[in-house]
Antibody, heavy 120, light 106 residues
Framework: QVQLVQSGAEVKKPGASVKVSCKVSGYTLTELSMHWVRQAPGKGLEWMGGFDPEDGETIYAQKFQGRVTMTEDTSTDTAYMELSSLRSEDTAVYYC?????????????WGQGTLVTVSS | EIVLTQSPATLSLSPGERATLSCRASQSVSSYLAWYQQKPGQAPRLLIYDASNRATGIPARFSGSGSGTDFTLTISSLEPEDFAVYYCQQRGGLFTFGPGTKVDIK
């Protein structure tokens, strides 16, 4: 059973950066493909990017290219998502979610979400 | 980018009724489509993968069909816990989600 535990809520000013963490237990990070999905208040789900197991690289949605960095620390089984140049439209709940061969490469395990509020 | 559209935006039904939700892709995604359920304050839950396969632990009242660009999620008889928002998601290209269909109580 995979468990994903995310870091706590953040409040940031416009132009700042935020780094959200996602700690894995039950599996090792190297056994998973970790992705990030966000959800603005009252809105739908938006895929941001994640690890592509086919070519071993991290892929990003075009919308976030140049502004987002996803990294992993395999020694602690923790994934990170850093979003820079924050604006009010980035206010959202950010989820980490895993892809696995057993889930046929769909998002089967999700973190509890981290609310990031961008406000001056 | 492959764009997914869902209809209707809201579906108002009573418990015991049948729900039929639609998802259309802007180009073919073959059968690489999933459905998720999300309740307020919770993370999404995977229901259906590869268009028609139920994920582990998902009740048989949930079924999916379709291929190419047109897909359907059917809930044969709504239980009280099924009132939620449903999203489709494709992995035929880079991942995208549809805007969601809210199933609420009539």
């Amino acid at each position: 059973q995979v468990q994903l535990v995310q870091s706590g809520a953040e409040v940031k000013k416009p132009g700042a950066s935020v780094k959200v963490s996602c700690k894995v237990s039950g599996y090792t990070l190297t056994e998973l493909s970790m992705h990030w999905v966000r959800q603005a208040p009252g809105k739908g789900l938006e895929w941001m990017g994640g690890f592509d197991p086919e070519d071993g690289e991290t892929i990003y949605a075009q919308k976030f290219q140049g502004r987002v960095t996803m990294t992993e620390d395999t020694s602690t089984d923790t994934a990170y998502m850093e979003l820079s140049s924050l604006r009010s439209e980035d206010t959202a709940v950010y989820y980490c979610a895993t892809l696995r061969p057993l889930s046929h490469y769909y998002f089967d395990y999700w973190g509890q979400g981290t609310l990031v509020t961008v406000s001056s | 980018e492959i764009v997914l559209t869902q209809s209707p935006a809201t579906l108002s039904l009573s418990p015991g009724e049948r729900a039929t939700l639609s998802c259309r892709a802007s180009q073919s995604v073959s059968s690489y489509l999933a459905w998720y359920q999300q309740k307020p304050g919770q993370a999404p839950r995977l229901l259906i993968y590869d268009a028609s396969n139920r994920a582990t632990g998902i009740p048989a009242r949930f079924s999916g069909s379709g291929s190419g660009t047109d897909f359907t999620l059917t809930i044969s008889s709504l239980e009280p816990e099924d009132f939620a928002v449903y999203y489709c998601q494709q992995r035929g290209g880079l991942f995208t989600f549809g805007p969601g269909t809210k199933v609420d109580i009539k």
